[in-house]
């Protein structure tokens, strides 16, 4: 049975073409998506200087108030996908300090209602007052 050869113009155009179409695809979506602006409240030190506790807000689109809290490594900046382990609906702070036996302290606002609460984050206990 003779093999035949495909053409480069045709094996090109079958390559570039769908890769063309889903790169558009894409981006046109990216652009339908809001973004996300992250606000930086408030930066402590871990007395170990490992890590730093930050407060900070995410806004996406059309979205309620709220105050979050993670680590991350001493002086980064918080990555825009940052897992917290505190999130409040509420713009109110969190009054974050760090305790003589290096556990986080935070204190939740009354009334505000709760999306997460972890006990400790990074092998750091977490106490909410």
């Known amino acids: 049975m ?43 030190t871990a007395p170990d200087s490992q890590f730093d506790l930050v407060t900070f807000s995410r806004a996406c689109g059309a979205t309620e108030a709220n105050i979050q809290a993670a680590l991350v490594p001493q002086g980064e900046e918080i990555p825009f996908d940052a897992a917290s382990f505190v999130s409040v609906a509420s713009n109110a702070g969190l009054e974050p300090a760090w305790n003589a036996n290096g556990d986080i302290e935070l204190t939740l606002p009354q009334g505000a209602e709760i999306y997460r609460q972890d006990d400790s984050v990074a092998g750091i206990s977490v106490i909410y007052r």
Not at 2 to 8: E, F, L, Y
Not at 34 to 43: A, D, F, G, K, L
């Open 2 to 44: 003779p093999q035949t050869k495909m053409p480069p113009a045709i094996l090109l155009a079958l390559t570039i073409g769908p890769a063309l179409a889903i790169g558009m695809t894409l981006w046109f979506v990216n652009d339908l998506l809001p973004e996300c602006i992250v606000s930086e409240h408030q930066r402590l």
